[in-house]
């Protein structure tokens, strides 16, 4: 089977929703300091409240509604606990273990290597360390460890045994043509967006990169590209991306000014 395809500019319409409740933070955003000064209000629970998060992310609730659920909306002037401890099962409180786990590793090892330790981290930090007590400002973070640890890992696996990419602004003035093969597809929330991305290989290893809003119009061609698993692309223009949160970088190609043939 060949064929030869022509990316477009993907156009989407922006939809802004009011909610009650503030949008929730992506992993490696910047925390907002300027309340700095204002009281710490804590809820207190009596079980672990990352366990009900992965409870209720099980039983299909929104992230929205998992905040409610924790008590957010509620004010509180007595350290009372909240009681969460029927609405758990041990399965989720195994998951809660493995994702604390997880982050206290990745962590610990960025301490080891000397690197950044952003406000947003230590956040997690004191999440993962102080289980039952949770400051209010840190619930809407403590809702996204489920889908930030799934983001991470399905990142780490399509990272695993592929070289990083050297950055350079003179690559942006690079060729590429070449065969690629599909690795995989992942759907993220970058800057409060949601995108999916696809990443192919390249006979010496390095992984290329698509990017498409989610739900867009191109999602269903690229599918159907990604299911026939080997293509070969020409364009006159390559950048270097980070993946962000890792020193690992992809190459990344205007979608407009490629030219994709199956193989």
Known sequence: MSGIFRTARQHGKSVMQTQAISAIFDEWDVIDNSKAEKPVEYLEFDDDPLALVCASVRNGKQPVEIVELLGLHVFRETLVPINIKNLIDQQDRDRANEIYDYFNKKHTLRRIKGEWISEYMRTIEDLCNVRQKVNQEHVKILVTLPRIYEQNKQLERIMKGHNSSKATSNLSFAAMHTDLEFVDKVKLRVNGNKEIHYFWST?????????????????????????????????????????????????????????????
């Open 203 to 263: 006979p010496k290893n390095y992984l290329v990169r698509f990017v498409l809003k989610d739900k867009s119009y191109g999602e269903l061609a690229w599918d159907l590209i990604a299911d026939h698993g080997k293509i070969h692309i020409s364009t006159e223009t390559i950048y270097t991306y980070p993946i962000k949160g890792y020193a690992f970088n992809v190459l990344q190609t205007p979608t407009d000014q490629t030219e994709i043939k199956l193989l």
